[in-house]
C-alpha cells in the first residue's frame, strides 16, 4: 500500500524533473495511477502534503493559529510572524472558543499556548497550592 506522503513525494519528485510545458501529463499520468491502485479518495490529503513538500522547498512554514474567534488583525500577525520567524509562513487559522481569549500558536514542534483558557488553568494551580 503506498501512502499519502508516498504518493505527494514521488508527484513532487515528478514535477520537479519535468520541464513545465508538461507538467499536465505527469498530473493526468498520476491521476491514472491513483485511480488503477483504486486511491483516488486519497487525492485531496496528497494535494495537502503535496503543498507542503512543495512549501518546504521554497523555505515557507506552515503555522496554525488557534484563536476564540476570527481575527481581526489577520495580515498584521502574519507580518509580525514572519518578521519574528525570519522566513516565510504559511499561517492556517483555526477557531477554538473554548480558548475564551488569547491564541495558541503551533510551528512543528514549537508550541506558545498564549490562551486565556491555560492562564486560567494556571491561576487555578496556584490557587490550589496555597490552599
Keep these: 500500500m ?3 506522503e508516498q504518493y ?3 508527484l513532487h519528485q515528478a514535477i520537479e524533473e519535468t520541464n513545465p510545458k508538461d507538467h499536465d501529463k505527469v498530473l493526468d ?8 491502485n483504486g486511491d483516488i ?3 485531496s490529503d496528497i494535494e495537502k502534503e503535496y503543498e507542503r513538500l512543495q512549501d518546504k522547498a521554497r ?9 476564540a474567534q476570527e481575527m ?3 495580515k498584521q500577525l502574519i507580518g509580525e510572524l514572519n518578521e519574528l520567524a525570519g522566513r516565510k509562513l504559511r499561517i492556517n ?4 472558543p473554548n480558548l475564551i481569549g488569547g491564541m495558541v500558536i503551533r510551528a512543528g ?3 506558545i499556548d498564549a490562551s486565556v483558557k491555560r492562564e486560567l488553568a494556571e491561576l487555578g494551580k496556584a490557587i490550589r497550592k496555597q490552599a
Design 8 to 10: 505527494a513525494q514521488a
Design 59 to 67: 523555505g515557507i512554514e506552515e503555522v496554525t493559529v488557534t484563536t
Design 109 to 111: 514542534d514549537t508550541l
Design 41 to 43: 479518495g486519497k487525492y
Design 2 to 4: 503506498i501512502t499519502v
Design 72 to 74: 481581526q488583525h489577520a
Design 29 to 36: 499520468n498520476f491521476v491514472k495511477i491513483l485511480s488503477e
Design 93 to 96: 487559522h483555526e477557531i477554538d
